[in-house]
C-alpha cells in the first residue's frame, strides 16, 4: 500500500534539515525526499521545490487568501486580475500546487467570482465583464486540471448557463475548456453535464461559423463524454452517452465534413465521429448521409499522416456494419488504403491504424480478400512489419490483416510466405508472444505453417471412474 504524507510534514523535514544539520535550502529539500522516498512515501502531491522559512508561507496560500479577500469587498479588477495569474501559474506548475489551492479553497472562491457575473450573462457583454469570466475560467481550467472532484452542483449550474446565454465566443471556449478537464476520469461529471442536457448547447454549437477554436472544443467535449476511464465506477455510462450523441451529432458532423476536408478540422471530425459509432444504426446514418465524404478527405490529404490516421479510425468503426463495410469496399476503398500503407510505412502509428482497418475490412469477406490482394496489400503488409520489427501495434495488426485475408483465401497463402511471412510472424513472437502471442500463432496457423499451440489447461482426471 502507498504511503502518504501531509504538505505540513514534509515542510516540517526540510526546516529540520536546514535548522538542525545546517543544509541549505536546496540540500535540505533533495535530503526530504531521499528520506520519503526511501520509506516508500509518494510525493506527487507534495509541493517538493519552494524556498521555506518560518516567516513565508506557500505562494499558492497566500494568493487564495488574497482571493478571498479582494472577493469580500469592493476590488480592482488589474490587481484582481493580477491574482488569478499567479494562481494559474502556480497551477500549471504540478498537480502538488493545484491540491493545495484547492485545499486552501481556491474552487470556491473563483465560483464565487464567476457567480457575480452570472446577471450579466444574458445581456451583451462589456470588454471589461468578458475579461472577468475568462481570467476567472482560464484560472479554474489550471486549478481543475487532474482533479475534477472539485466540481460541485454551482459549477455544473454555471457551465450550463453560461452555454445557454453567452454569445462571446472566447468565453464559450473557456467553458467549452472547463467541462472537458471536468470530465477527464470522472464519470459522475459526466453524467451530471449530460443530465443538464448538455448535447442540444453542443448540437447548436457545432453549427456555428466561422471559429474554428469553437468548434474545435466543442467536438473535444463530445469525445469526452464518451470516455469510461474512471476506474472508481464499475459500469458507466460511455455507451449510452456515444449512443444519444450519434444519434444526434453525425449527421450535422458528417456534412460539416464535406465542408471541412481539410486540416486541423479534418481530423477532429473523424476522430469525433469514430468516438460516437457504437451502433450499427448509426454506421449507417455516417455511409447514408456522406457516401463519398472518407474518398475526398484521403484524396485531399494523400500526404497527411495525421488525417490518414483519423481517417482510419473512422473505417475501421464504420466497418463494423457489414453493408457498410461491403460498400465501403464496392467503392474501391482497397487500393487506397494499399496505396496509403505504402506511402506512410515509416510512420509506424499510421502503419498501425491502417493495417486495423485491413483487419477490419477483410474479416469474413473472401471477396474483400481478394480485393487486398489485387491492390497488391501482401507486400505492402510485409514491408511494414519488417520496417517495424520492434512496435507491437504494427505486428499485432498485421497479423490481424494475414490472418483475416487468408483464413477464407488460403489459395492465397503462397505470396506470403514468398515474401518471408512466416520468418517475420516467429520474429514477432519471440518479442511479443506474452502480450499477443495468439494472434501471432492464429496468422501462422492459416498461413498452413508449423505452429504449436499452447494448451491452456488440462485435467488431473482426479474424479473419474476407473
Not at 135 to 153: E, G, H, K
Request: proline share 2%; net charge negative.
Amino acid at each position: 500500500m502507498v504511503r502518504v504524507i501531509t504538505q505540513e510534514t514534509y515542510d516540517e523535514v526540510v526546516k529540520e534539515n536546514m535548522e538542525e544539520f545546517e543544509m541549505s535550502p536546496q540540500e535540505a529539500i533533495n535530503e526530504a525526499i531521499a528520506q520519503f522516498e526511501a520509506q516508500g512515501v509518494d510525493l506527487s502531491n507534495i509541493i517538493k521545490d519552494l524556498f521555506l522559512s518560518s516567516e513565508e508561507d506557500h505562494l499558492v496560500t497566500t494568493t487564495v487568501s488574497k482571493l478571498k479577500e479582494l472577493n469580500s469587498r469592493d476590488y480592482d479588477c488589474e490587481e484582481l486580475f493580477k491574482y488569478l495569474d499567479v494562481l494559474k501559474t502556480e497551477c500549471t506548475k504540478d498537480i502538488a500546487r493545484r491540491v493545495r489551492a484547492g485545499k486552501d479553497g481556491a474552487y470556491k472562491v473563483l465560483i464565487d467570482l464567476l457567480q457575480s457575473k452570472q446577471e450579466v450573462f444574458a445581456q451583451e457583454l462589456s470588454d471589461k465583464d468578458a475579461k472577468f469570466i475568462i481570467n476567472v475560467l482560464n484560472t479554474l481550467i489550471a486549478l481543475m486540471d487532474t482533479q475534477p472532484d472539485l466540481l460541485d452542483a454551482k459549477g455544473i449550474d454555471l457551465i450550463k448557463t453560461i452555454l445557454d446565454n453567452v454569445e462571446n465566443d472566447d468565453i464559450l471556449v473557456g467553458t467549452l475548456k472547463w467541462a472537458s478537464t471536468c470530465c477527464i476520469k470522472h464519470e459522475m461529471n459526466r453524467q451530471r453535464l449530460f443530465a443538464k442536457n448538455i448535447t442540444e448547447n453542443l448540437k447548436l454549437l457545432i453549427k456555428v461559423a466561422g471559429n474554428e477554436k469553437l468548434l474545435s472544443e466543442t467536438l473535444q467535449l463530445i469525445r469526452k463524454l464518451t470516455l469510461d476511464d474512471d476506474v472508481r465506477v464499475e459500469f458507466g455510462k460511455a455507451h449510452d452517452h456515444a449512443k444519444e450523441l450519434g444519434a444526434q451529432m453525425l449527421e450535422p458532423l458528417t456534412n460539416l465534413l464535406k465542408e471541412k476536408t481539410k486540416p486541423p478540422l479534418a481530423p477532429e471530425l473523424m476522430l469525433t465521429m469514430a468516438s460516437l459509432l457504437v451502433r450499427h444504426e448509426l454506421c449507417k446514418l455516417v455511409a447514408d448521409c456522406g457516401p463519398g465524404v472518407l474518398f475526398s478527405v484521403l484524396a485531399d490529404n494523400y500526404e497527411s499522416a495525421a488525417v490518414v490516421q483519423q481517417a482510419c479510425k473512422l473505417i475501421t468503426a464504420l466497418a463494423g456494419h457489414d453493408d457498410v463495410k461491403r460498400d465501403l469496399v464496392r467503392s474501391g476503398i482497397a487500393p487506397v488504403l494499399v496505396t496509403l500503407l505504402s506511402r506512410h510505412a515509416n510512420n509506424a502509428t499510421a502503419c498501425a491504424l491502417i493495417l486495423r482497418s485491413v483487419a477490419a475490412l477483410t474479416l469474413r469477406e473472401p471477396a474483400h480478400s481478394e480485393h487486398f490482394l489485387a491492390s497488391g496489400a501482401p507486400e505492402a503488409i510485409v514491408h511494414c512489419m519488417k520496417l517495424h520489427p520492434r512496435n507491437a501495434a504494427v505486428q499485432k495488426n498485421a497479423c490481424w490483416a494475414i490472418r483475416n485475408i487468408v483464413a477464407r483465401c488460403r489459395e492465397q497463402n503462397v505470396k506470403f510466405l514468398e515474401l518471408g511471412a512466416e520468418a517475420l510472424l516467429n520474429s514477432s513472437h519471440e518479442l511479443f508472444g506474452n502480450e499477443f502471442g495468439f494472434d501471432i500463432r492464429s496468422a501462422l496457423r492459416d498461413l498452413g505453417c508449423d505452429v504449436t499451440l499452447d494448451e491452456q489447461w488440462h485435467g488431473k482426471g482426479v474424479q473419474i471412474e476407473k
